[in-house]
Antibody, heavy 127, light 110 residues
Framework: EVQLVESGGGLVKPGGSLRLSCAAS????????MTWVRQAPGKGLEWVGR??????????DYAAPVKGRFSISRDDSKNTLYLQMNSLKTEDTAVYYC??????????????????WGKGTTVTVSS | QSVLTQPPSASGTPGQRVTISCSGS????????VYWYQQLPGTAPKLLIY???QRPSGVPDRFSGSKSGTSASLAISGLRSEDEADYYC???????????FGGGTKLTVL
């Protein structure tokens, strides 16, 4: 069974930093694309960024609101995904979800999608 | 302001069929598959529909998805009280090079 367990959330002051972790199990982590999505209190879902598997280049993409401040990395030896958050703002307050991708093929190639979600970890940015 | 547009709320009585719409543009829904997620109160979202109209194993066939042009919809037939949740559509946006979500639709079972 696929399991994703986020940790590292907490209270941090504006301008501060925090690193979230996501421990993965139940699937071949080093082959998986991973992503982070956040949800501000009482609001909808917002994509934060993703990291591809090393075999697919290991590249990262980020949403505009976090680009240059957040960084996604992975340690395949530990089956762990990370989200380093710097220069935090009050608007970064949210539950952060770690998600693994599913994939499939069609006549034109492959498609990837957000599949299994962790339970989330809460980040509060406040003075 | 979400890139994809969903009605903020929908409702129905047990046994009814309800539909939730999701509107986008050529750079997102018009070019890519649509995905639907169900978020029950106090829980993490769960994949409901993938590749616009496919159900993961374990999702009842009461749930169905469709896509036409730059719009998509989720239909729930035989509505049950446990379907009361928030529903989100999502897809990749080629112009933004990122995933985009609808603002979510809160479904109430009357």
């Amino acid at each position: 069974e696929v399991q994703l367990v986020e940790s590292g959330g907490g209270l941090v002051k504006p301008g501060g930093s925090l690193r979230l972790s996501c421990a993965a199990s139940g699937f071949t982590f080093n082959n998986a694309w991973m992503t982070w999505v956040r949800q501000a209190p009482g609001k909808g879902l917002e994509w934060v960024g993703r990291i591809k598997s090393k075999i697919d280049g290991g590249t990262t993409d980020y949403a505009a609101p976090v680009k240059g401040r957040f960084s996604i990395s992975r340690d395949d030896s530990k089956n762990t995904l990370y989200l380093q958050m710097n220069s935090l703002k009050t608007e970064d307050t949210a539950v952060y979800y770690c998600i693994t991708y599913g994939s499939g093929s069609y006549a034109g190639g492959y498609y990837y999608y957000m599949d299994v979600w962790g339970k989330g970890t809460t980040v509060t940015v406040s003075s | 302001q979400s890139v994809l547009t969903q009605p903020p709320s929908a409702s129905g009585t047990p046994g009814q069929r309800v539909t939730i719409s999701c509107s986008g543009s050529n750079s997102n829904i018009g070019s890519n598959y649509v995905y639907w997620y169900q978020q029950l109160p106090g829980t993490a979202p769960k994949l409901l529909i993938y590749r616009s109209n496919q159900r993961p194993s374990g999702v009842p066939d009461r749930f169905s998805g469709s896509k036409s042009g730059t719009s998509a919809s989720l239909a729930i037939s035989g509505l049950r009280s446990e379907d009361e949740a928030d529903y989100y559509c999502a897809t990749w946006d080629d112009s933004l090079s990122g995933w985009v979500f609808g603002g979510g639709t809160k479904l109430t079972v009357l």
